[in-house]
């Protein structure tokens, strides 16, 4: 990220310097391109300079600053910084330069010299165009930046309004998630994990409870089986979706079975038809663990609106997250949604009055009002990811690949994502499978290329499950994909070169 300074916006209108065509492009660009900014403080001082030492490309100016990005200036001053006691004003450019990580770009020498966050343009000119490929997995700070100003207008409220605990914005946000999923109750709460232990807790699942899942997740949905008492029973997962295997769900129900928890993995909803035919042959409750998959469907439905209890995750990295932990659950049941609600208060039906035992499981307002920002936007993100899902598949498969669905075997296979005909995904991940993975991923990392692995281990294999009984050998899908699975970025951000790279590179 940049921040611009006046005197090279001024250098570039004016062709001051030498600084004029040359320039004027890569300005743009970035502008473009959401990398530069001004601060806002900057502005006033900016438009008085140019409409009295250059009225004759004022216009030309104001056709440039309708692209600019303004970023507010921070609050704080610090008076034992040398800059601060030579230049304010600089200084407030440093302030907010240094609040979104940013390098600004001028030609005053004093700047120059007593900033650490200043480069001279010639910096700037090399650096955008001799730019090393350095790709960025999840982008966090890209979105951040292209709705930073709606994300402070709405923290601000928020910090204005004192009401940080069940303020106003988490009534906003559920009622959204509603509109959004078309469930009748959303219920915001502390993490993915918690909207799991709510939704068992609600359904009164007890010590001994067996419920069944898949061992190729995150350890969050096992753990908080375990957590309220019940028994993890797992069953293999489909070796083309890596969900977990319907065929073999019936085998695992006993007399002490209560639910089953399917795992939308990587984005992508299981088999929802097959699993509440099951569900209601044997009387027993479905909670979807949706921490990946806000957004995806399963026969035109969303996830959210499947199932007894659905749950979702806004953690960071997930395609709707927040600034810090929180969830969801969502359910059509009003018996489960006022209870739930009482829950996550302690089980609190009235003030100081505790029907059940609960949780201390809310979402901060501030929370809440972050993601109801990003909420606004996630109908395009999720189409985003869609399509470079879709040119990742591209990329690979015209170089004959293998794919899961088919597809010519090549010297290096790699399998790629399957998506069933009647799901679509959130693409939390972007997972493929490869051989020698350790080898490709240290290959990527040199060329700038970040990798991740989810899942390296299976849970029937983590030490903290060893009193379930499990060995090796016992889910053996399980285990062969979690030695072959890796991620590559993805987020809405990546270009069709990052992509096209990231495939080469793979495939050298």
Same mark, same amino acid.
């Given at each position: ?107 005053? @020498?004093?700047?120059? @010299? ?23 997995? /999840?982008? !966090? ?54 909207? !799991? ?61 209560? /639910?089953?928890?399917?795992?939308? !993995? ?81 089980? =609190? ?54 794919? =899961? ?17 009647? /799901?679509?995904?959130?693409?939390? =991940? ?12 240290? @290959? ?14 299976? !849970? ?49």
């Amino acid at each position: 990220m940049y921040i611009f300074d006046n005197n090279f916006i001024i250098d570039v209108l004016v062709n001051r310097r030498g600084f004029g065509d040359k320039y004027f492009d890569i300005l743009l660009y970035s502008l473009d391109k959401n990398m530069a900014c001004i601060s806002i403080n900057q502005l006033n001082t900016l438009r008085y300079i140019i409409k009295k030492e250059y009225k004759d490309i004022y216009e030309k100016y104001l056709q440039v600053e309708k692209n600019f990005k303004l970023i507010k200036t921070p609050s704080y001053v610090d008076f034992d910084n040398p800059l601060a006691n030579i230049d304010i004003e600089d200084y407030m450019i440093e302030l907010s330069a240094k609040s979104i990580d940013a390098k600004i770009i001028t030609s005053d @020498k004093k700047f120059l @010299k007593l900033s650490k966050y200043t480069i001279k343009p010639d910096e700037f000119y090399i650096i955008e165009n001799n730019k090393s490929t350095n790709i960025d997995f /999840a982008n !966090l700070k890209k979105q951040y930046f292209l709705y930073q100003n709606e994300l402070e207008k709405e923290i601000d409220e928020v910090l204005n309004s004192v009401s940080y605990i069940m303020g106003n914005k988490v009534i906003e946000f559920e009622k959204n998630l509603e509109k959004f999923s078309g469930v009748k109750y959303a219920i915001s709460c502390s993490s993915g994990t918690d909207a !799991l232990i709510l939704a068992m807790m609600a359904l009164d699942i007890k010590p001994n409870d067996e419920i069944i899942t898949t061992p190729f997740t995150f350890i969050a949905t096992a753990e908080t089986i375990a957590l309220v008492g019940a028994k993890p029973v797992f069953v293999d997962i489909d070796e083309k979706s890596y969900n977990i295997d319907v065929d073999k769900i019936e085998a695992k129900i006993t007399s002490k079975t209560k /639910a089953i928890m399917p795992v939308s !993995l990587y984005g992508q909803p299981a088999n929802m038809d097959k699993i509440q035919e099951i569900a209601d042959r044997y009387n027993l409750k479905v909670i979807i663990d949706g921490a990946q998959s806000f957004g995806a469907t399963f026969n035109g439905i969303s996830d959210s609106n499947l199932g007894d209890i659905s749950t979702t995750s806004f953690f960071p990295a997930k395609p709707l997250g927040c600034f810090g932990d929180g969830g969801a659950v969502f359910t059509n049941s009003e018996e489960l949604a006022t209870k739930i609600k009482q829950l996550r208060v302690h089980g =609190q039906d009235k003030r100081y009055h505790h029907k059940y035992i609960g949780i201390g499981g809310r979402m901060d307002t501030i929370q809440c009002a972050i993601v109801d920002v990003k909420l606004k936007y996630y109908k395009r993100d999720l189409t985003l990811r869609q399509e470079v899902a879709s040119k990742y598949n591209n990329a690979f498969g015209s170089k004959a690949l293998v794919l =899961q669905n088919g597809g010519v075997k090549a010297p290096l296979p790699i399998i790629l994502p399957f998506i069933d005909s009647r /799901a679509t995904s959130a693409f939390a =991940q972007y997972s493929i499978r490869v051989q020698n993975r350790d080898d490709i991923q240290a @290959k990527l990392k040199a060329q700038g290329i970040p990798t991740a692995v989810h899942y390296p281990m299976p !849970l029937h294999l983590q030490e903290c499950f060893e009193y379930l009984g499990y060995k090796k050998g016992d889910f053996p899908i399980s285990e062969m994909v979690s030695s072959e699975i890796m991620s590559l970025p993805m987020n809405p951000y990546l270009s069709d070169d990052e992509i096209n790279y990231i495939c080469d590179k793979i495939c050298d």
